[in-house]
Nanobody, 112 residues
Framework: QVQLVQSGGGLVQAGGSLRLSCAASGTIFRFTSMGWYRQAPGKPRELVAAITPGGRTNYADSVKGRFTISRDNAKNTVYLQMNSLKPDDTAVYYC??????WGQGTQVTVSS
């Protein structure tokens, strides 16, 4: 049974930074793509960033140049470094593994 445990997030002022972490159980982490989604109130869940097992990344246009996704296969952990945060980044952030397993969600709130 795969479990994803998220940490990080919280409240930050506009222009600030936060880092989210997502630790996975099991042995398939290094072989699977990982991603981060977010969902703001009243809006659909959207893909923020993704990373392949080989480290190739892609980002939503709205976060390019500000967010960085990375992975540490030795720790079974994926990270999302968020810089220059904006109020529009306020949402619940979810990590996803292999397009199938979801983390519990982490609130990120950016005040203006």
């Amino acid at each position: 049974q795969v479990q994803l445990v998220q940490s990080g997030g919280g409240l930050v002022q506009a222009g600030g930074s936060l880092r989210l972490s997502c630790a996975a159980s099991g042995t398939i982490f290094r072989f699977t793509s990982m991603g981060w989604y977010r969902q703001a109130p009243g809006k659909p869940r959207e893909l923020v960033a993704a990373i392949t097992p080989g480290g190739r990344t892609n980002y939503a246009d709205s976060v390019k140049g500000r967010f960085t996704i990375s992975r540490d296969n030795a720790k079974n952990t994926v990270y999302l470094q968020m810089n220059s945060l904006k109020p529009d980044d306020t949402a619940v952030y979810y990590c996803i593994m292999a397009s199938n397993y979801w983390g519990q969600g982490t609130q990120v709130t950016v005040s203006s």
